[in-house]
């Protein structure tokens, strides 16, 4: 199951869009001018958060990769003769999905989203913060070149949760949290608690001397996923590494 909450930064429309099934979140954080798209960045990134759900949906067994240039694809069909799809100032977005299976838990990032997910041998993260890394816009074979994907057996897995750099920049950026602290945070308080601490950070360090940060205030998001049924560290093998299967 997943809980989820999304927040504009303060005086701006959302860019931001998460969407989310019981076991299948896709956060995506879109960017760019978009003013060679008559539709404008918050719906591009709504589209291709619904396009690539809807791909993965169809077909479950589908590579997130997969999933995603389809998404692309699907998206690009949508505007391609009312729109200058080649331009750079076409709208373009980074991306994270988590999917949690019954064998294995995956995850996918293009561009600055994270997805953390955290095992017995501590979180696992996926992201790419480099700078000019890879974003969707409308080719599919970006994600060919530019994703990262992961994939953790499941009983390894004890939490997990994709959030946009809006929403991980305290762990990432700033260094003001390690991650298990941070999951513990969204543990207690829930997505929208959590984005609400970090708009108290913000507020209280307006011009990011104390944390620094790419954008003083962007766009965050958090799509928690609450492993039910399960107790932290249960799963049996002392080691970690231990991938066999128990019962849980
Ligand atoms: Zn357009």
Redo the contacts with the bound molecule.
């Keep these: 199951m997943f809980s989820l909450a999304t927040d504009a930064a303060p005086g701006r429309s959302n860019e931001d869009f998460v969407l989310a099934t019981t076991d299948l979140a896709v956060v995506v954080d879109g960017a760019g001018p978009g003013d060679d798209?008559?539709?404008g960045v918050s719906?591009y990134a709504r589209q291709l958060a619904a396009q690539t759900m809807s791909a993965l949906i169809a077909e479950p067994d589908l590579s997130l990769a997969d999933g995603l240039a389809r998404g692309i694809h699907a998206v690009a069909r949508l505007?391609i003769y009312?729109?200058n799809l080649s331009s750079a100032e076409t709208p373009r977005a980074s991306v994270g999905i988590l999917r949690i299976g019954t064998e294995s838990v995956d995850t996918l990032t293009l561009g600055g989203c994270t997805v953390v997910v955290d095992t017995d041998a501590g979180p696992q993260i996926t992201s790419d913060h480099r700078a000019g890394a890879p974003a969707a816009a409308s080719d599919p074979k970006i994600v060919a070149s530019g994703a990262l994907c992961n994939s953790y057996p499941y009983t390894w897995v004890r939490r997990a949760a994709v959030l946009s750099d809006g929403a991980s920049w305290l762990v990432d950026q700033a260094s003001g949290y390690d991650w298990p602290l941070y999951l513990d945070l969204l543990d207690q308080h829930g997505p929208a608690g959590l984005i609400q601490h970090v708009r108290s950070v913000e507020d209280s360090d307006p011009t990011g001397t104390q944390y620094h940060r790419a954008e003083l205030q962007d766009d965050a998001s958090i799509a928690h996923a609450v492993l039910t049924g399960r107790s932290h560290r249960s799963t049996g093998p002392d080691s970690p590494l231990d991938l066999s299967r128990t019962e849980s």
Excluded: P, Y
């Design positions: 798209c008559a539709h719906w505007h009312s729109c």
